[in-house]
């Protein structure tokens, strides 16, 4: 079992703050002989007609010396619990969640934007301090 990034419990917080219920922690995919550990799975109700929402949340602190290397990781994960996830559980919605510090630097650059549209990475921006969820950004899906 993988180790849980440092901010793993502020995002969870901040999920059930938001009135997500947590149905994984992690949530196991299975690819094959493959398995890989998504850091968190919840759902919440949208109504009675309109049933429930899930989404897979892969947490991230970018605390590390390369924010480049952080993110490249990130991504290759992303990418990977992306596919994943689209055999297994193609309902899910998988958001990387980033503090909201590595948002307003690192993400703010042409590079990392780029490559989050390129990828149609959805993020979750939280605030670990506070153990709060800050932004949800959903990218345009184009099927590319």
């Not at 799975?41 to 010396?65: C, H, M, N, W, Y």
């Amino acid at each position: 079992m993988p180790a849980y990034d440092v901010f793993h419990d502020a995002v969870k917080q901040g999920l059930i703050k938001e009135g997500w219920t947590i149905t994984d922690d992690p949530y196991v995919v299975h690819f094959g002989v493959i398995n890989l550990y998504i850091d968190i799975a919840a759902e919440k109700l949208i109504g009675a007609e309109r049933g429930d929402q899930r989404i897979a949340v892969e947490v991230k602190s970018f605390t590390g010396p390369s924010m480049v290397t952080e993110f490249h990781t990130a991504l290759g994960q992303f990418l990977d619990y992306r596919l994943v996830l689209d055999k297994e559980d193609p309902h899910r919605v998988l958001f990387l969640a980033v503090p909201i510090d590595a948002f307003e630097t690192f993400f703010a650059l042409p590079f990392t934007q780029a490559a989050v549209r390129r990828h149609e990475v959805h993020l979750i921006v939280y605030d670990p301090e506070s153990e709060a969820l800050v932004q949800w950004i959903k990218q345009p899906v184009t099927g590319s």
